[in-house]
């Protein structure tokens, strides 16, 4: 399970990713412990039915954001490589293994952040509403046929399916 930087490989749902998951949480508690608040699984591993790129989302939920060299130079040594936050103000983003073969992303936020809620959200909303898995497994799959070799493209083309679900789930979930 891993995919190189820039290339979109959809597979089917596997079982295994919960297990993957649930390994990495452990390794992320026991490393993260003073700084950590909550952990989930998150993007299209975390939807039973959707397919997805084989790499991990993890939505790691810390203290305070100052804490991020810490918790860099933590996660070091586990082949864990902090990617800044790349245009989201309230996210790290760090990739775990070499360009040519990422296993987990983690998505470093404080509770309460739009991430937090948005990554929550969106999984839930499809998770109660499976049309909506149909529908982006759609989409997925024509947009990983079109833009098969340049990963950006395919992640900004998913953007306005993505802001609607959020949405969706902003309606049903705030109170």
Known sequence: MALARGIVKLVPYDEGWCEEYTKEKELLEDLLKDYLLEIHHVGSTSVKGLWAKPII???????DLKDIPKIEEI???????????????????????????????????LKGSDTYFDQLYFKRYLKEHPEYITRYNNLKMK?????????PKYT????????EVINLGKKEYQD
Do not use: C, M, W
């Not at 989302?57 to 810390?62: H, M, Q, R």
């Not at 864990?80 to 998505?107: V, W």
């Not at 947009?143 to 990963?151: F, G, I, Q, T, V």
């Open 57 to 63: 989302d993890i939505l790691v939920v810390i203290k």
């Open 75 to 109: 996660l070091k040594p586990y082949n864990y490589e902090n990617r800044g936050q790349r245009g989201i103000p309230d996210r790290f983003f760090f990739a775990k293994g070499p360009e040519e073969a990422r296993s987990h992303y983690l998505h470093v936020t």
């Open 143 to 151: 947009l990983a046929e079109k833009y098969a070799n340049e990963r």
């Open 156 to 163: 900004a083309a998913k953007d306005e399916f993505i802001k």
